[in-house]
């Protein structure tokens, strides 16, 4: 089955800085990849996904970057405010399967 | 719409006893899944369905047991419970015709 991977497993930035969590996976037929936050004592939340069509795609001050030969994406936060703080997990899927596998997330610190 | 509700927000469990897990959702989505979340480790999916009367095992489905009798309806069943299954149950709804999923609030559950 599909196995993603994430790093780092903590992140720390300060307040206004950018942020970036890089997550691989194993299955080069996976073709969605979402990102979803976590915000202490929730469920998770969809943030911004993309399919492997895309290479980028962008939602205000999140992006997600594709790269299907190294089968790598990454979740990158710009001008990072204190709300960002939260766990932030990956995922990967077979469109059309409807499950997901994730990764074990990245908590990130943004220090005002 | 009150989305996905999940009852008992926490609760202790002694070794050996039995309880279940309730998840609801609102929504009409067909699919359904339970995930746990220890520490470190990510969101593993335990069981899932793709609608009422339809469920199959996830990669963590040992010591528990799942039923679907109706579309909104998706209760999770610990028997004999396990200091192993301490954890954070997520319980998530998906439509089908896209890809987010929606996660309930969580139960944390302590088998001691």
């Known amino acids: 089955g599909e196995n993603v991977e994430q790093h780092p497993s903590t992140l720390s930035v300060q307040e206004g800085d950018s942020a970036v969590i890089k997550c691989t996976y194993s299955?080069?037929?996976?073709?969605?990849f979402p990102w979803y936050k976590q915000e202490l004592g929730k469920g998770p939340q969809l943030i911004i996904d993309?399919?492997?069509?895309?290479g980028e795609k962008k939602d205000q001050r999140i992006a997600v970057t594709l790269n299907k030969t190294a089968k790598h994406f990454s979740l990158h936060i710009t001008e990072t405010q204190p709300e960002d703080s939260a766990v932030y997990f990956c995922?990967?899927?077979?469109?059309?399967?409807?499950?997901?596998?994730f990764g074990k997330g990245n908590q990130v610190v943004v220090i005002p | 719409n009150a989305g996905v509700t999940q009852t008992p927000k926490f609760r202790i469990l002694k070794i050996g006893q039995s309880m279940t897990l309730q998840c609801a959702q609102d929504?009409?989505?067909?699919?359904m899944y339970w995930y746990r979340q220890d520490p470190g480790m990510g969101l593993k999916l335990i069981y899932y369905?793709?609608?009422?009367?339809?469920?199959d095992k996830g990669e963590v489905p040992n010591g528990y047991n799942v039923s679907r009798s109706t579309t909104e309806d998706f209760p999770l069943r610990l028997e004999l419970a396990a200091p192993s299954q301490t954890s954070v149950y997520f319980c998530?709804?998906?439509?089908?015709?896209?890809?987010?999923?929606?996660f309930g609030p969580g139960t944390r559950l302590t088998v001691t």
């Open positions: 995922a990967a899927s077979l469109w059309g399967n409807n499950r997901l596998a």
């Open positions: 299955d080069s037929a996976s073709n969605y």
């Open positions: 993309i399919r492997s069509n895309v």
């Open positions: 929504m009409n989505h067909n699919y």
């Open positions: 369905s793709v609608g009422a009367g339809i469920t």
């Open positions: 998530a709804s998906n439509s089908g015709s896209g890809y987010e999923q929606y």
